[in-house]
């Protein structure tokens, strides 16, 4: 399977997906950290695929979004962004807006403490 | 060689030649950088930070790219 149907499958079968450098449990650099973080403390659900496993994923979904860096979130398919934007759609509620419309539950007290401790 | 904020700031400005940028970062790999243009209105963040990464040609990309680590705000002035 050529990696641009594998990402398709991926982020197909999965509402939330992070492509990310290293896992979840173990992020093997600051950005992908820094997403993964946020998502683990909102109690959100998500598929990590961590692109250091796999030249050809790592490359793919760089030209599959046309997007030059990692980590890059998916929800419902759908390309979310990069660090920086997830950042800052977290801190402006955004992100819970967008999880909100697309049925992904996630702990809003959680979200709503780590605007409070940016704010 | 490093980069420097310098050169990051005249390879944005070669596309926003109107838009107000701030590049901060010292040591080579990890900057910031905020860029403020009047053709990102209408634009979503995504669209906004694709023009930028266009703009900086290549040199975000993965091992290769001589720049890891850039922290990118961009968005419309007012």
């Given amino acids: 399977m050529s990696a641009e149907d594998q990402i398709k499958d991926t982020i197909t079968a999965n509402d939330v997906v992070l492509f990310m450098k290293g896992t979840k449990m173990m992020p093997q650099c600051g950005f992908s950290s820094r997403v993964a973080g946020v998502l683990n403390y909102m109690g959100v659900e998500f598929a990590d695929v961590n692109v250091l496993a796999d030249d050809g994923i790592r490359q793919g979904i760089k030209d599959f979004s046309d997007w030059p860096t990692i980590p890059q979130l998916y929800v419902k398919g759908e390309f979310v962004g990069g660090c920086d934007i997830i950042t800052e759609m977290t801190l402006s509620g955004e992100l819970d807006q967008l999880f909100t419309d697309n049925g992904v539950s996630f702990d809003k007290d959680a979200a709503d403490k780590i605007r409070e401790a940016n704010a | ?78």
Wanted: charged share 25%.
């Fill in chain 2, 1 to 78: 060689m490093p980069i420097t904020a310098r050169e990051i700031e005249d390879m944005i400005r070669e596309s926003f030649p109107d838009a107000q940028i701030t590049v901060e970062g010292d040591d080579g790999v990890h900057f910031a950088a905020q860029v403020v243009d009047a053709s990102f209105s209408g634009m979503n963040r995504v669209q906004q930070q694709r023009a930028v990464y266009a703009a900086l040609k290549g040199k975000m990309d993965g091992s290769a790219g001589e720049l890891h680590a850039l922290a990118l705000t961009t968005k419309a002035p007012g």
